[in-house]
């Protein structure tokens, strides 16, 4: 019942930026909380950041400083702006929105993220 379209992976060098969005769209999820996650090879799925409704964020202390994640409530789209990107933060990023009732969420279908040294 919900459909995530997710985009702006790539392979960018150190020091450089990519944008990533996510938009949720059908029935059965929150807004109120939207997020990205990130998981590399051979490590567990790791929480990046979070916004809620009213526009509240908040950040990994690997990424505070140099991510952004911000939203358009009207399109049901969760952005995640990364700056000054390193090679650990090489990993696949999936976005993530709750569902209305209940614990979980629902899954991007995660982009590769790539950082060269």
């Known amino acids: 019942q919900v459909q995530l379209v997710e985009s702006g992976g790539g392979l960018v060098q150190a020091g450089g930026s990519l944008r990533l969005s996510c938009t949720a769209s059908?029935?059965?999820?929150?807004?109120?909380?939207m997020g990205w996650f990130r998981q590399a090879p051979g490590k567990p799925r790791e929480w990046v950041a979070g916004?809620?409704?009213?526009?509240?964020?908040n950040y990994a202390d690997s990424v505070k400083g140099r991510f952004t994640i911000s939203r358009d409530s009207a399109k049901n789209t969760v952005y995640l702006q990364m700056n000054s990107l390193k090679p650990p933060d090489t990993a696949v990023y999936y976005c993530?929105?709750?569902?209305?009732?209940?614990?979980?969420?629902?899954w991007g279908q995660g982009t590769q993220v790539t950082v060269s040294s």
């Open positions: 916004i809620t409704s009213g526009g509240s964020t």
């Open positions: 993530n929105v709750p569902k209305s009732t209940g614990p979980g969420g629902y």
């Open positions: 059908g029935s059965g999820f929150s807004i109120n909380a």
